[in-house]
T-cell receptor, first 114, second 111 residues
Framework: EAQVTQNPRYLITVTGKKLTVTCSQN?????MSWYRQDPGLGLRQIYY???????DKGDVPEGYKVSRKEKRNFPLILESPSPNQTSLYFC?????????????FGQGTRLTVV | SQKIEQNSEALNIQEGKTATLTCNYT??????LQWYRQDPGRGPVFLLL?????KEKRKERLKVTFDTTLKQSLFHITASQPADSATYLC??????????FGSGTKLNVKP
C-alpha cells in the first residue's frame, strides 16, 4: 500500500530538548516536504527536498532542520524546541516535480512543547 | 510570498444541493492549482489538479474552475452528501517548487 509514515503521532516535550520526527515514503517519490498546521493559518511549508541531498527552505524554516540522505526518508529536526513550535506537523511526498502532481500526506504528528 | 484566501466561515448546505467553495490568490498566477480534502485529525487527501490553461476540470461529482484573470478558483460538489462534510483546502505552487495552502473552508452537509 502506497503511504507516507510519520512517527511519532503524538509528542510532548520540554523547551530546549532536541527531537526528531521521522517521515518515510514507499512510493519512490523524489519530492518530499514538511508542513505545520495551525488554526487559522492553514498549512505552511517548512522545508522541502527535490531529491537526495537537495533541500531548501519553505515559508517558515526558522527553528527547524531537515536532511535527505536516502530517497525514502526525510526527518524533521528541532534542535531546541520552543513553545511556539507547538503545532500539528505533516510530511508529504510527490513524484517528479512537486507542483505538477498530487501530494500524499502522512497521518500527522501533534507536537506540544511545554 | 503568495497569499491564498479561502472563506474561513463554515459552509452549511442541505443534502442534495451543490456546494461551491472559493479560493482567491494574490501575486502572480500559478501554473497549477490543487484541491484537497481534510478530515479532522487526518492528513489532506488530493482531489483535483487544474492547470492554468484549463478553464474547468471534472471528476465524478466534483468540478473545479480556474480563472487566472480574476485570480480565483471555484470548487463545486454537486448532489452533496453528509459524507462530503470536511474541510477543503486549495493549494498552489509558486517559486516553482514551493507549495502554498489556504486555511481551508469547512463544509457541513446536513441530511
Amino acid at each position: 500500500e502506497a503511504q507516507v509514515t510519520q512517527n511519532p503521532r503524538y509528542l510532548i516535550t520540554v523547551t530546549g530538548k532536541k527531537l526528531t520526527v521521522t517521515c518515510s515514503q514507499n512510493m519512490n517519490h523524489e519530492y518530499m516536504s514538511w508542513y505545520r498546521q495551525d488554526p487559522g493559518l492553514g498549512l505552511r511549508q517548512i522545508y522541502y527536498s527535490m531529491n537526495v541531498e537537495v533541500t531548501d527552505k519553505g515559508d517558515v524554516p526558522e527553528g527547524y532542520k531537515v536532511s535527505r540522505k536516502e530517497k525514502r526518508n526525510f526527518p524533521l529536526i528541532l534542535e531546541s524546541p520552543s513553545p511556539n513550535q507547538t503545532s500539528l506537523y505533516f510530511c508529504a511526498s510527490s513524484a517528479f516535480e512537486g507542483p505538477n502532481t498530487e501530494a500524499f500526506f502522512g497521518q500527522g504528528t501533534r507536537l506540544t512543547v511545554v | 510570498s503568495q497569499k491564498i484566501e479561502q472563506n474561513s466561515e463554515a459552509l452549511n448546505i442541505q443534502e442534495g444541493k451543490t456546494a461551491t467553495l472559493t479560493c482567491n490568490y494574490t501575486n502572480y498566477s500559478p501554473a497549477y492549482l490543487q484541491w484537497y480534502r481534510q478530515d479532522p485529525g487526518r492528513g489532506p487527501v488530493f482531489l483535483l489538479l487544474i492547470r492554468e490553461n484549463e478553464k474547468e476540470k471534472r471528476k465524478e461529482r466534483l468540478k473545479v474552475t480556474f480563472d487566472t484573470t480574476l485570480k480565483q478558483s471555484l470548487f463545486h460538489i454537486t448532489a452533496s452528501q453528509p459524507a462530503d462534510s470536511a474541510t477543503y483546502l486549495c493549494a498552489l505552487t509558486a517559486d516553482f517548487n514551493k507549495f502554498y495552502f489556504g486555511s481551508g473552508t469547512k463544509l457541513n452537509v446536513k441530511p
